[in-house]
Nanobody, 123 residues
Framework: QVQLVESGGGLVQTGASLRLSCAAS????????MGWFRQAPGKEREFVAA????????YYADSVQGRFTISRDNAKNTVYLQMNSLKPEDTAVYFC????????????????WGQGTQVTVSS
């Protein structure tokens, strides 16, 4: 079982940047892909980004491609989400997640979740 704790959310204006962090414990961090998801009020949780266990290959939702960057530091058991050029539609609770597999197949791989961190982008 893996435990995940997100941090770094906040209230920012349109066009600003934020970096989210997620600290993991309980499993060998470098053995599984990690992901970020978000859930806006009244909407389903949606995939944002994922990264392979070694950090070599990122995957992004079309809505964040070119603005968000996922990365990981396996020595620190931490995954990051750098969010630039934020828009009001990025407002959501952001969750990090750990894959149940060692190889990334898709957004349905993720089975362990953090408690989430709120990101609010004002217009």
């Amino acid at each position: 079982q893996v435990q995940l704790v997100e941090s770094g959310g906040g209230l920012v204006q349109t066009g600003a940047s934020l970096r989210l962090s997620c600290a993991a414990s309980g499993r060998t961090f470098s053995s599984y892909p990690m992901g970020w998801f978000r859930q806006a009020p009244g909407k389903e949780r949606e995939f944002v980004a994922a990264i392979t266990r070694g950090g070599g290959t990122p995957y992004y939702a079309d809505s964040v491609q070119g603005r968000f960057t996922i990365s990981r530091d396996n020595a620190k058991n931490t995954v990051y989400l750098q969010m630039n050029s934020l828009k009001p539609e990025d407002t959501a609770v952001y969750f990090c997640a750990a894959s149940r597999y060692s190889t990334y197949f898709g957004p349905s791989d993720f089975a362990s979740w953090g408690q989430g961190t709120q990101v609010t982008v004002s217009s």
